[in-house]
């Protein structure tokens, strides 16, 4: 049974990182083609996103999805992150099972 949820302001900015996603719960982390280029291109390791994504701070994603992402953290379910870097976005989800995260473009959805 899904746990009740109520997002608020002291959530935004990875205040849940008590119960984030760790490293070790990713499960494989595999990316595409075109985030490994644009991270390339920006000099930004996929870690970085990684470590923002396992502390719970979701990037740019709209207020909605934070809390959505909140409660999934909270009920076992999907987490995605979006975060532009050098002009690109770049997803980082985390599948419901933790078994894979994957790092990709949006267009290669």
Request: with cysteine; charged share 20%.
């Amino acid at each position: 049974m899904p746990r009740p949820y109520r997002c608020d302001d002291r959530h935004r900015g990875g205040c849940m990182s008590a119960t984030g996603v760790t490293l070790e719960s990713f499960g494989t982390v595999v990316a595409t083609p075109g985030a490994l280029e644009a991270l390339t291109a920006a000099g930004v390791s996929a870690t970085s996103l990684l470590d923002r994504h396992g502390r719970g701070d979701w990037g740019e994603v709209g207020w909605e999805d934070w809390c959505a992402n909140d409660w999934s953290l909270a009920n076992g379910e999907r987490l995605l992150s979006s975060y532009t870097v050098g002009g690109e976005v770049i997803w980082v989800i985390t599948e419901r099972n933790r078994e894979v995260t994957t790092v990709l473009l949006p267009s290669e959805y």
